[in-house]
């Protein structure tokens, strides 16, 4: 069981190096009018985040949407039963858990790849 962790947490690291640190990675940030204008574009519902009271980034994942003014559902599933089973039913694994305008995030919150996801 320690091994399997062990390997989980290269796993991640490994890729969280690969998709930062890349060549392809690009630098180029959004400015804060187009993060703006997207952010007014989101209306409810459109964005669904899954997570629990006690995951340090969900909290993160919520400060930045708020910051940057993005209209989000939060489902709790510590506090709602049915948000667990949503969660369950889509295979997800961890939290934060996004749900954009039908497209899941694949590992987590990445505000690159929730800014992709909405420009698409």
């Not at 006690?54 to 939060?74: D, I, M, V």
């Amino acid at each position: 069981m320690g091994r399997l962790i062990m390997l989980l947490i290269i796993a991640a690291a490994v890729q969280f190096a690969w998709k930062h640190y890349s060549p392809s990675h690009s630098n180029t940030e959004p400015s804060s009018e187009q993060i703006s204008q997207l952010a007014s574009s989101v209306k409810p519902g459109e964005v669904i985040m899954y997570s629990t009271t006690e995951c340090g980034y969900c909290h993160q994942a919520k400060a930045w949407l708020n910051q940057n003014g993005f209209a989000f559902t939060e489902c709790n599933m510590t506090i709602d039963q049915r948000c667990q089973q949503e969660f369950n039913a889509y295979g997800a694994i961890g939290t934060p858990f996004l749900i954009v305008r039908g497209q899941q995030m694949k590992d987590g919150f990445d505000s690159d790849e929730f800014l992709q996801k909405l420009a698409s």
